[in-house]
């Protein structure tokens, strides 16, 4: 699966985001989808993640409830809307599939494909 993901930005503390994330390829539908963030000096991390059907998501504790994962099947897209933006969520975004067809995200070593990332800052 190639993934594009797109939407990153400079906002301020407080504001929104929707970040978007084309997929073009094999079966997009079959894969679990997710966003991992990496700030400078740290560690890719997991932010979110939803199942290959769409019934399931999930989500690091320090994005849940701000931010909402979906996805449409028929358009190959994922997005992650964020809200309530705050300077510690400043990274570059990453759009993923999993490795598998209906296998779900939640590690790094889940991941079989990434997208290029796309800059996120928040100012305060």
């Known amino acids: 699966v190639q993934l594009q993901a797109s939407g990153g930005g400079l906002v301020q503390a407080g504001d929104s985001l929707r970040l978007s994330c084309a997929a073009s390829?094999?079966?997009?539908?079959?894969?679990?989808m997710g966003w991992f963030r990496q700030a400078p000096g740290k560690e890719r991390e997991f932010v979110a993640a939803i199942s290959w059907s769409g019934v399931d998501t999930y989500y690091a504790d320090s994005v849940k409830g701000r931010f909402a994962i979906s996805r449409d099947n028929a358009k190959n897209t994922v997005y992650l809307q964020m809200v309530n933006l705050n300077p510690e969520d400043t990274a570059v975004y990453y759009c993923?599939?999993?490795?598998?067809?209906?296998?779900?995200?939640?590690?790094?070593?889940?991941?079989?494909?990434w997208g290029q990332g796309t800059q996120v800052t928040v100012s305060s």
């Open positions: 993923a599939a999993a490795l598998s067809y209906y296998a779900t995200l939640r590690t790094v070593s889940d991941v079989g494909s």
């Open positions: 390829g094999r079966i997009f539908s079959r894969y679990g």
